[in-house]
């Protein structure tokens, strides 16, 4: 066969308009059921993490006006909120926690921490080091609340996109009372390192 019979062949294969509904749309159509999913699994992601902010946002603000000290009841309920914010059934977790700053040690103070969910665990005076660049600067016994989520999230459809934990952290002070205080009423899980004594919110209290 000649170059010339060869340019005739692909001239008419270009040319050429006759097909098979039944090959075309079945080449066709996984492709565009894969991108119809693909579309709604990635726009869903994106709403499930939004939905996650915007929940750890406002159980931030709750904390932040509060005027009494708050017990294991209140946190057990703002994890509760959180599920409801959140309107998922995916797995959550919720950490609430209440540090000062020191300023002769130059370091953050724990005052409490409470955990909620199959998450984490509450954190203890010898995490803070590790957290020491997500806190906001503070001014001498000034006290901040930390407010830190998860979420297991599973994607609808198998796309590529495997199980992800969505984690978002939430930093803010006390807007009418100098620290958050903890009550002992009902301690629940609460935590308390060995090297900081807490009575109700104390030795971190101004």
Do not use: C
Not at 114 to 124: E, F, H, L, T
Not at 129 to 152: K, Y
């Amino acid at each position: 066969m000649t170059f010339s019979q060869i340019r005739r062949m692909l001239r008419r294969f270009r040319k050429d308009t006759d097909g098979s509904y039944s090959i075309e749309t079945a080449m066709i159509v996984p492709l565009l059921l894969w991108g119809m999913l693909a579309t709604y699994t990635f726009v869903d992601s994106y709403r499930i993490q939004a939905l996650n902010l915007r929940a750890t946002y406002t159980i931030s603000d709750l904390l932040t006006r509060q005027w009494n000290p708050v017990d294991g009841k209140f946190i057990t309920g703002a994890g509760k909120f959180y599920e409801f914010l959140t309107n998922d059934s995916h797995d959550t977790a919720l950490r609430v926690t209440v540090v000062y700053w020191d300023e002769p040690s130059k370091s953050h103070k724990l005052v409490w921490s409470q955990a909620r969910g199959d998450g984490p665990s509450a954190i203890r005076q010898s995490d803070l080091g590790a957290m020491a660049d997500t806190i906001p600067t503070l001014a001498n016994a000034d006290s901040a609340i930390i407010v830190d989520t998860w979420m297991t999230y599973e994607p609808p459809f198998n796309v590529g996109i495997p199980t992800t934990q969505f984690r978002n952290r939430v930093v803010t002070s006390p807007r009418f009372v100098p620290q958050l205080q903890w009550s002992d009423g009902n301690p629940g899980d609460y935590v308390n390192d060995e090297d900081h004594d807490d009575n109700n919110g104390g030795g971190g209290s101004i």
